[in-house]
């Protein structure tokens, strides 16, 4: 099955600061990449999403990178805030979502310093 | 839409007891997550349907937990007995479809602390 690897656990950055999260997964069948943000004490909320068909898409100050060769996708946000503190979680829809579930990365717990 | 609705917020209880966690999907999402999130093994899939059957259990740790969906507007997951390493934080998703480009949305979810 679908194995989906996030790199790093953690990362800190200064306030103003770019912060670059990467994922890798196994299945090449897998079409659809979200990424979920999850404050402390909250729910985890999709934040950006890729398909399989787009190399990159962009929303204001985050961007997510896809290259299917090489079976990796990244997030990135640049001009950090201390409000873009949380965990990030990848993930992918495995064997082209057939099975209806997404496999999670485990997370990068971002740290932005004032 | 009040999106996924997620009962108690907080639930406490001494080990041995029954716990019973309530889920409500968005209303037209087919599918029906249950996660389970601790710091040490993160977001684990428990059981999911679809259209009220479920699909997939294989992430349920053991007997003690069940999982059922009577019909497109509610969901539960039973804990019975519970024990202390039963405590974490379950949500609950729901999505409108399978396969490519549809997002989970989560419940807020429940906290449970067995003691």
Request: aromatic share 10%.
């Amino acid at each position: 099955g679908e194995n989906v690897e996030q790199h790093p656990s953690t990362l800190s950055v200064q306030e103003g600061d770019s912060a670059v999260i990467k994922c890798t997964y196994s299945d090449s069948a897998s079409n659809y990449f979200p990424w979920y943000k999850q404050e402390l004490g909250k729910r985890p909320q999709l934040i950006i999403d890729i398909r399989s068909n787009v190399g990159e898409k962009k929303d204001q100050r985050i961007a997510v990178t896809l290259n299917k060769t090489a079976k990796h996708f990244s997030l990135h946000i640049t001009e950090t805030q201390p409000e873009d503190s949380a965990v990030y979680f990848c993930a992918s829809d495995g064997d082209g979502g057939s099975q209806g579930n997404l496999i999670f990365g485990k997370g990068t717990k971002l740290s932005v310093k004032p | 839409d009040a999106g996924v609705i997620q009962s108690p917020r907080h639930e406490v209880t001494e080990m041995g007891q029954e716990v019973t966690l309530r889920c409500k999907p968005i209303s037209g999402h087919d599918y029906l997550f249950w996660y389970r999130q601790t710091m040490m093994r993160g977001l684990e899939l428990l059981i999911y349907f679809n259209n009220n059957v479920p699909i997939d259990d294989s992430g349920m740790p053991e007997d003690r937990f069940s999982a059922k969906m009577p019909n497109a507007s509610f969901s539960t997951l039973k804990i019975q007995p519970s024990e202390p390493r039963d405590s974490a934080v379950y949500f609950c998703a729901s999505s409108p479809t399978v396969g490519t480009g549809y997002g989970y949305t989560f419940g807020s979810g429940t906290r449970l602390t067995v003691v």
